[in-house]
């Protein structure tokens, strides 16, 4: 293959060298196109464009294949476990059990939070929506730790295990003193006893009196779930967080602003729009067969089908879809909306409209029905994405942290503004 691409510009030719990554991705690196030739590239939401080289995670949407540090998401949600999967992300390699084990202690230790803490949220008026107050607290949270939150990346990266390790575990704390707060509860203290997700179960729905027991393996669907969602290569809110990071700020102040970015409904926010999509299905009294068709005749729009980078079955979608089954087996429900999202999927796969468009599940088709059947409110789903996305941010501004010649980014604009005019004094207007 040829190891030069050339870019032909008028008269001129301008030679830049081509980039292959393990996987076979290739890309042509044009850093020095603008100051070769005064062009630059213009690529609207950056679908075609490398924003920088990543050793984390590797998707091919085209194949529908997920992996991080070379293992498949299906390897991993079979034998492995959201704990594990943060270490991966963030270490690169599989832990060791001595090393997993003093981690897991980390993280045990540290679900509590400063007494302190409380009180900002009583700054916040009634009906606060969650990913506020969790971006508000995560940044907040760099305060009581500033040794570690310094701005200086030498003293940063010094200290980045214990922050890493306070971020994973205080997020699921603040999270569910967030809801709490909201619906005027008092706040329930984790136990060191209880795995990672049965203790964000137990701080969620815990009584003083009356404490939240796990007996159908709820804990185990949500440690699935945050599984799924732990990293999914340059998205919105992870290419937010390695931005901010490149200028130099701090891990807390990172990954509170790839929550904010994890707000919007076009990213974090697609599963409660499925759960929504299919409320106003089952409410209209349709079982999915006239949704189906409004949806052939661009008169509906089917959430949680299609994706910005797979063009086949998302994998994540065929996991959770399985996990579902299995938790609304053993709590005893039958969900009207899993009937329907059922029906959905099965024209998807098997109706040339869907097929021929490329319009299959992804992770959001399930993943709220999911949250729905262990009882987390609608409102709280972009949350249980963010807790899950946590240790991927965390990964990615590490990788930023650690380059030796990192750049700040500054992306390029093309301006189709006014162009030069003079100024009239108002008196004269």
């Known amino acids: 293959m040829e190891k030069t691409a050339t870019i032909q510009i008028g008269d ?54 997920l992996r991080h540090r070379g293992y ?20 690169g390699e599989l832990p060791r059990k001595a090393d997993f084990d003093e981690f897991r202690e980390k993280v045990r230790r540290g679900a509590h939070v400063h007494e302190d803490l409380k009180h900002h949220y009583l700054g916040f008026p009634p009906r606060s929506h969650p990913m506020a107050i969790l971006s508000s607290m995560l940044n907040a949270l760099g305060c009581y730790y500033p040794e570690m939150a310094t701005n200086n990346r030498e003293t940063d990266l010094e200290r980045f295990d214990e922050a890493a390790a306070v971020l994973v575990s205080k997020v699921r704390t603040l999270a569910a003193m967030a809801y709490r707060n909201d619906r005027g509860l008092p706040y329930i203290y984790p136990r060191k006893d209880l795995r990672y997700s049965e203790n964000f179960l137990h701080m969620m729905f815990s009584e ?12 185990h669907a949500l440690d699935l779930f945050f599984l799924l969602h732990a990293d999914h290569e340059q998205n919105c809110s992870t290419s937010t967080v390695r931005m901010v990071a490149s200028g130099g700020a701090n891990l807390f102040a990172s990954v509170s602003a790839g929550v904010s970015a994890l707000w919007g409904p076009l990213h974090g926010g697609a599963n409660t729009a499925v759960i929504q999509m299919l409320e106003e299905i089952r409410d209209s009294g349709d079982d999915g067969t006239r949704f189906i068709e409004m949806a052939k005749s661009g008169k509906s729009l089917m959430m949680g089908f299609g994706h910005r980078v797979y063009k086949n079955y998302d994998p994540r979608a065929k996991i959770l879809g ?28 098997n109706d040339d409209y869907f097929i021929s ?8 088709f399930y993943s709220g029905i999911i949250l729905k059947a262990i009882g987390i409110p609608m409102e709280m789903f972009t949350v249980m994405f963010a807790i899950g996305r946590m240790p991927g941010w965390i990964a990615n501004w590490k990788e930023i942290a650690e380059a030796p010649k990192g750049k700040i980014h500054r992306p390029r604009q093309i301006y189709m503004g006014k162009s030069e005019r003079d100024y009239i004094p108002i008196e004269n207007r």
């Open 357 to 364: 468009r490329k319009l299959y599940p992804n992770v959001d």
């Open 12 to 65: 001129r030719s301008y030679e830049y060298p081509v980039i292959v990554g393990t996987e076979n991705e290739k890309a042509i690196d044009i850093r020095k196109l603008r100051s070769d030739s005064g062009y630059i590239s213009y690529d609207d939401g950056y679908a075609n464009t490398g924003s920088c080289t990543s050793d984390i995670t590797y998707v091919d949407g085209e194949k529908g294949i």
């Open 72 to 91: 498949s998401i299906e390897q991993l949600s079979e034998s492995s476990s959201f704990m594990e999967m943060v270490w991966l992300l963030i270490y």
């Open 208 to 219: 003083p009196y009356n404490e939240f027991t796990d007996i159908h393996g709820l804990g």
């Open 322 to 349: 399985n996990m579902t089954d299995k938790v609304l087996a053993s709590l005893g429900k039958k969900d009207p909306l899993l009937d329907i999202a059922r029906r959905l999927e099965e024209a998807a796969l």
